[in-house]
């Protein structure tokens, strides 16, 4: 069985910046992002490191999601995080990618399954991808990811770092 998943913004973001894109890829064996999302990165500039990700990895598909779920907009969410939403709650078993406290929260009350930014680096470095998490996470927060102490400290304490 084919594993799918749908990703926000914020990840591409943070994982482009690091040069860490490939790490979608972990979520599933195909990984789509709405065209909703595409529109929001795109609106930094065709120099931005986001933008040229996108349009560099061609293994990402973008999909259109054209009707909100009213169970999902009722959260009153971004956009993005919507059409992720929508799209995972349409397409059982699709994994979706998201960062934002109140998406997941939402993800989790239709049970749609997760993966975060941090997910994705602890997965990499489970797989050897990477030596260390610990340096990649502050980059990751460098570059905005939101990640308490006490967060980042019991996430690698789960892979031994």
Same mark, same amino acid.
């Given at each position: 069985?084919?594993?799918?998943?749908?990703?926000?913004?914020?990840?591409?973001?943070? #994982?482009?910046?690091?040069?860490?894109?490939?790490?979608?890829?972990?979520?599933?064996?195909?990984?789509?992002?709405?065209?909703?999302?595409?529109?929001?990165?795109? !609106?930094?500039?065709?120099?931005?490191?986001?933008?040229?990700?996108?349009?560099?990895?061609?293994?990402?598909?973008?999909?259109?999601?054209?009707?909100?779920?009213?169970?999902?907009?009722?959260?009153?969410?971004?956009?993005?995080?919507?059409?992720?939403?929508?799209?995972?709650?349409?397409?059982?078993?699709?994994?979706?990618?998201?960062?934002?406290?109140?998406?997941?929260?939402?993800?989790?009350?239709?049970?749609?399954?997760?993966?975060?930014?941090?997910?994705?680096?602890?997965?990499?470095?489970? #797989?050897?991808?990477?030596?260390?998490?610990?340096?990649?996470?502050?980059?990751?927060?460098?570059?905005?990811?939101?990640?308490?102490?006490?967060?980042?400290? !019991?996430?690698?304490?789960?892979?031994?770092?």
């Amino acid at each position: 069985m084919v594993k799918q998943a749908i990703v926000n913004s914020s990840p591409i973001i943070f #994982l482009s910046k690091a040069g860490l894109m490939n790490l979608l890829k972990l979520a599933g064996d195909e990984v789509f992002v709405p065209d909703a999302v595409v529109q929001e990165i795109n !609106q930094r500039g065709a120099n931005d490191v986001s933008v040229r990700a996108i349009a560099a990895a061609e293994w990402l598909q973008v999909v259109d999601v054209p009707t909100p779920d009213p169970l999902i907009q009722a959260w009153d969410l971004g956009k993005g995080e919507t059409a992720v939403l929508t799209h995972a709650l349409h397409h059982a078993g699709m994994f979706a990618v998201i960062d934002d406290g109140l998406g997941r929260k939402c993800a989790e009350t239709f049970d749609i399954p997760l993966y975060g930014t941090l997910g994705l680096v602890l997965k990499a470095k489970r #797989l050897g991808m990477i030596a260390e998490a610990r340096p990649v996470l502050h980059q990751l927060r460098k570059y905005g990811m939101y990640l308490k102490d006490t967060t980042l400290e !019991q996430a690698l304490a789960l892979i031994g770092e």
